[in-house]
């Protein structure tokens, strides 16, 4: 039986299992661990996902990476993610929206899309700890622009042998979302804010992962690290299984027929859900163009248009902050994937670290092969919000409207009509008083949960339980810390196990 093996996009030498790559996150080098091949998924394969569940479908994917896992190990992880915590039974149902298709990925307890990824993560970690023998524990540390944090700490809360540390950008959340994180109970988390931005997080992060010495320190702790964020693969592997269960959706429902190509639109950050979908292409799945939906910090944009990455431009906060990143990580994996070059990869990422860009458009035809991409600003992000209302009763969320938006502007400046299915990645409670404003509707002075109620009267939609009971919950995590103190919250959280 073929096993698949995981190596660094950097060129470290360093082969290890899924499993291997699952628990350490990210390779020794800084880079991202990459599969050794697309496994291939034939049009009947692709057929005989129609009748499946959710579940049974996820098991057909991940299988095809993940060889280290049994089918029964694969199932279990699988089981124990989506069977308890979802409120559609479907998982991702897709939906007609006018003349789009939405994919919606935020039934999941955090009402958002990294659901899809982070309730399975926990799941294939633990297997693999114990696969592997680990017996330090693990602790998972987070950089979140919004939705990853929550999520993270829901599915890692209580896990047996594993940690988990987030830091978010001090005010670059929606109230709801800091609501989420800061009162996460669970005796194995910590919740930090940080004064910066995304990407300042993200960097330190990266950075503590990179201190060898703090690495020692923390071995002394009898602890290791390892990542929730899309860098490891344990998240981004779960992502392929959507677009695959999304094109079954469509064949059950006799939209398409075996063969047909779809287009996807993404609202994209940090690359990883729309890298999903480049996976799921490159294993056969029928998919004519990715649409990469940026709002304005645009950097993906400009790189699927130029081939230019420039990081260096203002920072803006938008009604859709989780997309507000300047240094999409994912991307990585790409530049590899296009040019199976390490030392060029390697390259490239110590221009961006010193320089704050680098040129790569040499690869712009194949780029604009598989890509499209497109940015909104935020008037006509609740433009979009308004009129799609207004036109089919449906409300976006401010994220899921970037995107809904770029597939209309996609589909006309290009005249490609195929089926386009929109990712729809959170609901619009989470982002209430964006969505309100947009629907013109007086916000000023409300609070998170009367701004719920407000929504809900405007627009049918039933408010998630758990974003309800928000309003009873108490707030557990109060510390916040300068970009330069994440090293020593980090150890902080790490000895005060010890001392436990």
Not at 192 to 204: E, I, K, P, S, T
Not at 285 to 299: D, M, R
Not at 312 to 324: A, G, L, N, V, Y
Request: hydrophobic letters at 40%; a negative charge; one cysteine or more.
């Amino acid at each position: 039986m073929y096993t698949m093996d995981y190596f660094s996009t950097r060129g470290a030498k360093e082969r290890v299992s899924s499993a291997a790559a699952i628990l350490k996150g990210l390779a020794s080098d800084g880079g991202l661990f990459v599969p050794d091949s697309f496994p291939q998924m034939t049009l009947s394969e692709i057929e005989a996902l129609v009748p499946l569940s959710y579940e049974e479908r996820a098991v057909r994917i991940l299988r095809l990476f993940l060889t280290d896992y049994t089918e029964e190990e694969l199932r279990g992880c699988v089981e124990r993610a989506y069977g308890r915590t979802f409120d559609d039974v479907r998982r991702a149902p897709v939906r007609a929206v006018g003349d789009l298709e939405v994919l919606e990925l935020w039934h999941g307890p955090t009402s958002a899309f990294k659901d899809m990824a982070l309730q399975l993560l926990p799941q294939l970690m633990s297997t693999a700890r114990v696969k592997e023998g680990e017996r330090d524990t693990i602790l998972i540390l987070v950089a979140t622009s919004g939705d990853t944090g929550k999520a993270a700490l829901e599915g890692f809360t209580d896990a047996e042998g594993i940690r988990i540390m987030v830091f978010y950008p001090d005010g670059g959340v929606s109230p709801v979302q800091r609501l989420q994180m800061v009162t996460q109970t669970g005796a194995n988390v910590s919740v930090v804010a940080v004064r910066g931005n995304f990407d300042d997080a993200q960097r330190g992060v990266k950075e503590i992962f990179g201190d060898a010495a703090m690495a020692e320190e923390l071995a002394a702790l009898r602890t290791k690290l390892s990542s929730a964020n899309s860098i490891n693969w344990g998240r981004l592997v779960p992502q392929i299984v959507y677009y695959f269960s999304a094109y079954a959706d469509l064949l059950r429902e006799r939209k398409i027929t075996a063969g047909d190509a779809v287009n996807f639109t993404v609202p994209t950050g940090n690359f990883g859900n729309i890298l999903a979908g480049y996976y799921a292409k490159r294993m056969g799945l029928p998919v004519g163009k990715l649409v990469c939906a940026s709002n304005a910090n645009n950097v993906l944009t400009d790189f699927l248009q130029t081939g230019i990455y420039d990081r260096k431009r203002e920072f803006c906060q938008t009604i859709s902050p989780s997309m507000d990143i300047l240094v999409s990580s994912n991307l990585e994996r790409l530049l590899y994937h296009l040019t199976e070059d390490t030392a060029q990869v390697a390259a490239w990422m110590r221009e961006l670290a010193e320089n704050g860009t680098y040129d790569a458009s040499g690869l712009l035809p194949v780029l604009r092969e598989n890509f499209w991409a497109a940015f909104t600003s935020d008037m006509m992000t609740e433009e979009e919000i308004r009129i799609v209302c207004e036109r089919t009763s449906y409300t976006l969320d401010t994220h899921t409207a970037v995107a809904y938006r770029v597939a209309e502007d996609y589909r006309r400046e290009t005249g490609d009509m195929r089926p386009m299915i929109v990712l729809s990645t959170a609901s619009p409670y989470k982002f209430g008083a964006s969505v309100l404003h947009a629907l013109g509707k007086d916000t000023d002075g409300l609070d998170e949960f009367t701004l719920m109620e407000r929504l809900h009267m405007r627009s049918g939609m039933e408010i998630p339980a758990r974003l309800a009971a928000l309003r009873e919950a108490k707030v557990l995590h109060d510390g916040i810390c300068e970009c330069d103190g994440m090293r020593t919250a980090v150890l902080s959280f790490a000895g005060h196990k010890k001392k436990q």
